[in-house]
């Protein structure tokens, strides 16, 4: 059974920084994608960032140049460094692996970003 635990989550003021960690346990395969999602209050889940085995990354326009992801695929672990954040940064952020063609959620965690 493949788990992921996320941590790293909380509240922070506006500008400051914040780092998501995710650890995928249960699993002797290395993942080929690492993604990290967010969710608001009433609105959809959305792509934050992704990375793939091969280091491509994606990141979504509002936090271009502001996140960073990062990922060991020999680990199965993802990292998202969180600059300059924003209150509209503010959701629960859920982290994804893909892993021989199953995808796997994290519990989520908590983002709060004060004005």
């Known amino acids: 059974q493949v788990q992921l635990v996320e941590s790293g989550g909380g509240l922070v003021q506006a500008g400051g920084s914040l780092r998501l960690s995710c650890a995928a346990s249960?699993?002797?395969?290395?993942?080929?994608?690492m993604g990290w999602y967010r969710q608001a209050p009433g609105k959809q889940r959305e792509l934050v960032a992704a990375?793939?085995?091969?280091?491509?990354?994606n990141y979504a326009d509002s936090v271009q140049g502001r996140f960073t992801i990062s990922g060991d695929n020999a680990k199965n672990t993802v990292d998202l460094q969180m600059n300059s954040l924003k209150p509209e940064d503010t959701a629960v952020y859920y982290c994804?692996?893909?892993?021989?063609?199953?995808?796997?959620w994290g519990q989520g965690t908590q983002v709060t970003v004060s004005s």
């Open positions: 994804q692996q893909v892993i021989r063609g199953a995808t796997y």
């Open positions: 249960g699993s002797i395969f290395k993942n080929n994608y």
């Open positions: 990375i793939t085995s091969g280091r491509i990354t």
